[in-house]
């Protein structure tokens, strides 16, 4: 299965939670240079290694996705901006999961944690994908989450204060009941470039062997 990783708490989590099922792990992570610096790519690779201690190698795919997210920040409201950069997210994990033989998506997400994560917001965001997204952490609180975490050696990684790219573009209030309709007709607005934009990504995948 293919983990979209980030720089926080929960997506090492998930990825571990899965791990211990038996299931073999590959993750992406999306890089915004100039915006989230080598040291919180850096972040990401000591969380990974501390993932595939349970999971085996880990192929790390780093997807550069500044291009996109400033292009959606161009053209889209801004207060969608979460919610369609977190689709880009999960239709390019996706296609990369496809070429790399996995069956199933894993994300950290958890219900109501964040704006993006309101009931809403996941079914918005769940419907670009066609295989199956596992969500481990669906109904844990912030501190069941935590705890595993310290448990598995990956929280003082995560708390590193190195911002990522979920972070640095967030609108001030963001939409919580996104409409699936509203969604996709200002995804229209990026008709022009976002093919290319997402094909340039695809092509500079930077992948890094963790073990």
Same mark, same amino acid.
């Given at each position: ?6 720089g926080?708490?929960?997506?090492? *989590? ?5 791990a ?7 993750? *992406?992570?999306?890089? $915004? /240079? ?5 040291r919180?790519?850096?972040k990401v690779?000591?969380l ?5 201690? #349970?999971? %085996? ?8 996705f ?6 959606? #920040?161009e053209?889209?409201p ?10 880009y997210?999960m239709?390019? $994990?996706?296609m ?15 219900? %109501?944690?964040v704006a993006?994560?309101t009931?809403?917001?996941? $079914?918005?965001?769940?419907?670009v994908c066609?295989?199956?997204v #596992? ?7 912030? =501190? ?8 598995i ?5 995560s ?5 990522d790219c ?5 609108? =001030?209030? /963001?939409?919580?009941k ?7 007709k ?11 934009? *997402?094909?340039?990504a695809?092509?500079?995948?930077e ?5």
């Amino acid at each position: 299965s293919m983990l979209l990783l980030s720089g926080g708490i929960d997506s090492p *989590v998930a990825g571990y939670m899965i791990a211990k099922r038996g299931v073999k792990i590959d993750a *992406v992570y999306f890089h $915004a /240079p100039p915006y989230t610096s080598e040291r919180a790519k850096q972040k990401v690779v000591d969380l990974a290694r501390e993932v595939a201690k #349970y999971a %085996g190698p880990i192929y790390l795919h780093v997807i550069n996705f500044t291009d996109i997210q400033m292009y959606i #920040y161009e053209k889209c409201p801004h207060d969608e901006l979460t919610i369609i950069m977190r689709r880009y997210m999960m239709k390019i $994990a996706e296609m990369i999961a496809k070429e790399n033989e996995c069956i199933g998506l894993i994300t950290g997400e958890s219900i %109501g944690q964040v704006a993006s994560q309101t009931m809403h917001s996941l $079914a918005v965001t769940n419907e670009v994908c066609t295989l199956p997204v #596992y969500r481990p952490l669906i109904g844990f609180d912030k =501190k069941d989450i935590i705890d595993i975490s310290e448990k598995i050696g990956t929280y003082e990684t995560s708390i590193l204060p190195f911002e990522d790219c979920c972070t640095i573009f967030v609108a =001030k209030h /963001p939409v919580t009941k996104p409409s699936l309709a509203i969604i996709k007709k200002h995804e229209t607005h990026l008709e022009e470039k976002i093919d290319e934009l *997402v094909q340039t990504a695809l092509d500079t995948d930077e992948v890094i062997i963790v073990r």
